[in-house]
């Protein structure tokens, strides 16, 4: 295992790399606020941060990684086009895996421009792999964006499709909200029964939850209106399924996504969207026809990534987490613009994972 000065040290020369690509160094504080960065972390962190008190600040989470408090910093002094680069350590809490580390360092390279998204997602993604050289590692793409765009296109309620694109990071549950919307599941028996009343709470027990009796009707009503609601078509549902399975090789999954619109138009624009980035891709030296391709790939990482993400893994160490990942969060600096946004992608790297690599080659 690498020492954490040799960690450091690898750490620093990738930061120094991307400075040499026109990024300033910054920092963020180790102690973050808890409550905006639980929110946007989604359930993926919520369950693996470390989060204490402090009588002044309240509640406060070790920091899990570096891209939230980047957009907080960028986007407090306006929506400028900017790039950045850092690298400290990140925490998160392992209670699954033991093995992996709670406390590790990690690079990162962000990219804030309005110009031309594809040409900044090639850049990122290009910087980051040429960072990579050598490690004999697989690359992994996909778009988050391209499924949200067929969620939003589905001829259904817009509760449903809000439904739908909030589970987006959660597989199971997503698939479980499309066979129900789909009719596809049986109601409840107490379900129905309570949807079937005249007044479900006449006769009910004083409320001593901390739902008031608004927020209980307010849930019936959509409840109600669900139920209402005609089924999700199976041209629709054969066609979602048909886009999560695509995994090919780029121009062979573009054709695919294609053949896929014709039955979820409003995929298109995301689609135009990917053949712009490969062609980006192309531009900076990656072989997009060996580049991997998954629709559903990026579903269960960070919950902020909103389109283009990816991943570098060390196909022969399956117990080792992806060496770098990224991705695209235009809706983040919405969210933490007030009132400005600007588009924004970025990558991270683990440099200790790469020196495990490098002293385990032959």
Known sequence: MPGRAETLARAAALRARFEAAGAAVVETAILQPA????????????????????????????RPDFTVPVVQMHMAHGAEPARYT????????????????????????EVFDRANPAAAEAEVFALIAEALEGLNLRAATG?????????????TTDRRKAALKRHIWHPRRFRALLERFAGRTPVPPA???????????????PMIGLRGRDEIEARISALRED?????????????LGTLLAVRETAPFALERLRDVAVDLPRIGPAIARLQARLAALAARGVDVDALDFEASYGRTSME?????????FAEGRPDLPPIATGGRYDALTRRLGRGAEIPA????LRPGLMLTLEEAAP
Do not use: K
């Open 86 to 109: 850092y690298c400290g350590e990140v925490f998160r809490r392992q209670e699954h895996d033991p093995e992996r580390a709670s406390e590790y360092v990690q690079v990162g390279y």
């Open 345 to 348: 992608v970025g990558g991270v």
């Open 143 to 155: 778009d988050i964006g391209i499924l949200m765009a067929a969620v939003e296109g589905l001829q």
């Open 35 to 62: 409550e905006l960065l639980l929110d946007l972390y989604g359930e993926n962190i919520r369950g693996r941060a470390y989060v204490t008190s402090d009588a002044l600040r309240g509640e406060q989470m070790l």
């Open 191 to 205: 379900r129905a029964a309570l949807l079937a009343a005249a007044d479900p709470l006449a006769g009910a027990a």
């Open 304 to 312: 902020y990534y909103d389109g283009f993400v990816f991943g570098f």
């Open 227 to 239: 139920a209402g609601a005609p089924p999700i078509s199976e041209r629709e549902l054969s066609a």
